[in-house]
């Protein structure tokens, strides 16, 4: 089922003297954070002020946070948005929506569900577990299709990709 609201980032510290924080986006790039009128920190709205880039994170400003007072309580929180207000490309979706789904091959054979996905240099590694676990590079010569609305996807396996865990 897809959650209304998205875990995208933590705020991790404030920055100068004027209300920034620095979050450390969970997005494939920090430009993504940037696309949002609207964060939200433990389900609370805020509205954003202005945001930048700057490394790896992104520095954001508050309206009514003036101050490194008022945004020092804001570090350590996790920050989500809403997924109404982003359209993704054809054929996207956000790894959340992986988890739970059911991985089964072309003949219909249930592996079992996907229970994480692994960030590798290389690309997303997801984990099924079911009888057995199985460790599938999330690629179109292995992933097929992903259909997140009626919950499942098809996959190929070839030898290697079981391992050693059992369930």
Request: charged residues 20%.
């Amino acid at each position: 089922m897809k959650q209304p609201f998205l875990q995208a980032g933590k705020v991790v510290s404030t920055h100068g003297l004027l209300g920034e924080v620095k979050i450390l986006p969970w997005a494939d790039g920090p430009d993504f954070l940037l696309q949002f009128d609207t964060l939200y920190l433990d389900g609370a709205p805020y509205q954003v002020a202005r945001s930048r880039v700057q490394g790896t994170c992104v520095l954001c400003k508050f309206t009514g946070i003036d101050a490194v007072e008022a945004a020092a309580p804001l570090r350590g929180k996790i920050v989500t948005i809403d997924r109404s207000t982003l359209q993704l490309p054809d054929g996207v979706c956000f790894i959340a929506d992986l988890i739970g789904l059911t991985a089964q091959t072309g003949d219909g054979a249930v592996l079992g569900h996907v229970a994480e996905v692994l960030p590798m240099p290389a690309g997303d590694v997801l984990v099924i577990r079911g009888e057995q676990e199985y460790m599938i590079p999330n690629v179109d010569a292995f992933v097929h299709t992903i259909d997140v609305d009626a919950g499942f996807m098809t996959v190929s396996v070839i030898e290697g990709m079981q391992t050693d865990a059992s369930h």
